[in-house]
């Protein structure tokens, strides 16, 4: 199947600082990749989607300014939270789906945001 | 607009006994369906998914879904529940011509021993 690596699983930084997370398909090209925000037993928030060599796009109430997202290449999309702050904790999580039209998307392990 | 209704919160199940995870859909065109599985602080995994075909689809772990179109529904069964079956389970639809999936609030499945 295909793999899609996130890093790092985890990552504690203080306030006023920014954070990269990196998600990368392993076996496959990536068209389209999708960034989510999970809160403690609650489902998975689409932030935004993000096509290689396009700007993304954000979903409503999404700060675009904050959370950075940058798809350089067919394999590897970022995600930069800026001048984070403690309300930012939380668990990201991207995924990546194949042109293949069906839609399956892939995820990555996540990545659990802790702002001090 | 498409969207996931999972009306369980959670659902309790001894081992070896059936279970079912209910989810139904709204969508305009015609829906791909997908269910994933997802254990504590991690990604999700994918279990099954419905894009045509059979109504019944068998998946990963022994899971499977029927579709119903007219119940517009797309329930997770599994004939003999484990005690490591118990994580948070999604199901997700996405629309024809649309590049997004859309999650249900999730539904957490405790098996006893």
């Known amino acids: 199947g295909a793999v899609v690596s996130q890093h790092p699983s985890w990552v504690i930084c203080k306030s006023g600082t920014s954070v990269k997370i990196e998600c990368r398909s392993l076996d496959f090209q990536a068209t389209t990749m999708f960034w989510y925000r999970q809160f403690p037993k609650q489902s998975l928030m689409l932030m935004a989607t993000?096509?290689?060599?396009?700007?993304?796009?954000?979903e409503q109430g999404v700060e675009k300014d904050k959370f950075l997202i940058n798809h350089a290449s067919l394999t590897l999309s970022t995600l930069t939270v800026t001048s984070a702050h403690p309300e930012d904790s939380s668990f990201y999580i991207c995924?990546?789906?194949?042109?293949?039209?069906?839609?399956?998307?892939?995820f990555g392990q996540g990545t659990r945001l802790t702002v001090v | 607009a498409q969207s996931v209704a999972q009306p369980e919160d959670q659902v309790n199940v001894a081992e070896g006994n059936p279970l079912t995870v209910k989810c139904t859909y709204s969508v305009s065109g015609n829906p791909y369906l997908f269910w994933y599985v997802q254990y504590p602080n991690r990604g999700l995994q994918f279990l099954l998914k419905y894009i045509t075909g059979d109504n019944l689809v068998k998946g990963s772990y022994g899971f499977e879904a029927e579709f119903n179109k007219s119940q517009t529904s797309f329930h997770l069964k599994k004939p003999s529940a484990l005690v490591s079956d118990s994580a948070l389970y999604f199901c997700?639809?996405?629309?024809?011509?649309?590049?997004?999936?859309?999650f249900g609030t999730g539904t957490r499945l405790l098996v006893s021993p």
């Open positions: 995924s990546a789906t194949r042109d293949r039209g069906d839609g399956e998307a892939f």
């Open positions: 993000s096509n290689e060599g396009s700007k993304a796009t954000y």
């Open positions: 997700a639809v996405r629309d024809t011509g649309f590049q997004k999936l859309v």
